[in-house]
């Protein structure tokens, strides 16, 4: 089974719309923090570097931890698409739908 398919449920808040999510997400993520709970918070776009859209208890994450993750997503991805029918004909890593 792929390490992605053993991830367990996890409580989340998902803000949708045009203006104040950002803001939205970092008031609910502090005041989560506060009462004790452990907060992760993702928010795009990204000013100066990646690793600022993703926060674990109101820190950015761990530039070893983000490359580690991020390979690890990566080769689950690419070993996923890996198929016979692929039209793209280029040997390059796949594209994101």
């Known amino acids: ?12 808040i998902h803000i949708t719309g045009t203006k104040g999510k950002g803001s939205t997400a970092c008031l609910c993520e502090s005041i989560l923090r506060k009462q ?11 000013l100066m570097t990646i690793r600022e859209r993703i926060r674990i208890n109101g820190r950015p994450i761990d530039e070893k931890l983000f490359g580690e993750v991020y390979w690890t997503i990566r080769k689950c991805f690419e070993a996923g698409n890996e198929t016979e029918d692929d039209d793209d004909g280029g040997d390059g890593p796949p594209v994101l739908p």
Not at 1 to 12: K, V
Not at 37 to 44: D, Q, R
């Open 1 to 12: 089974a792929s390490p992605m398919g053993m991830l367990p449920p996890i409580p989340l």
């Open 36 to 46: 004790g709970y452990k907060t992760g918070l993702f928010t795009s776009p990204h």
